[in-house]
């Protein structure tokens, strides 16, 4: 399976921004898919991951309530929709893919479960 992510750049606080990731090969098996950041000398974390039917996503605390995860509308591709953007929201964003089953959602949290990277795609928020 190869990710591809999009949609970053730079914009200003308060702004919006939707990334999307594509899938492409092997993606009969994938179960779920996700999305982490990493700030420049922090460890990656956790933003939001979907199920593959679409009915159970989960959020990372810090961008509870101001982001959407979803299916995009090209076959195997995962939208972020981000809002009300912070300067602390500046990071570079990875999608990941899972091909393990797990009975709850909230096990997708945790980036040793996906099986697959992107590249990355790089969000600056500026104050």
């Known amino acids: 399976v190869q990710l591809q992510a999009s949609g970053g750049g730079l914009v200003q606080a308060g702004e919006s921004l939707r990334l999307s990731c594509a899938a492409t090969g092997r993606t009969g098996r994938v179960h779920a898919m996700g999305w982490f950041r990493q700030a420049p000398g922090k460890e990656r974390a956790f933003v939001a991951a979907i199920t593959r039917s679409g009915r159970f996503s989960t959020y990372g605390d810090s961008v509870d309530g101001r982001s959407a995860i979803s299916w995009g509308d090209a076959e195997n591709s995962v939208s972020l929709q981000m809002r009300s953007l912070k300067p602390e929201d500046t990071a570079t964003y990875y999608c990941?893919?899972?091909?393990?089953?797990?009975?709850?959602?909230?096990?997708?949290?945790?980036?040793?479960?996906?099986?697959?990277w992107g590249q990355g795609t790089q969000v600056t928020v500026s104050s």
């Open positions: 990941a893919a899972s091909n393990t089953y797990l009975p709850n959602v909230a096990y997708y949290t945790n980036a040793q479960v996906y099986d697959y």
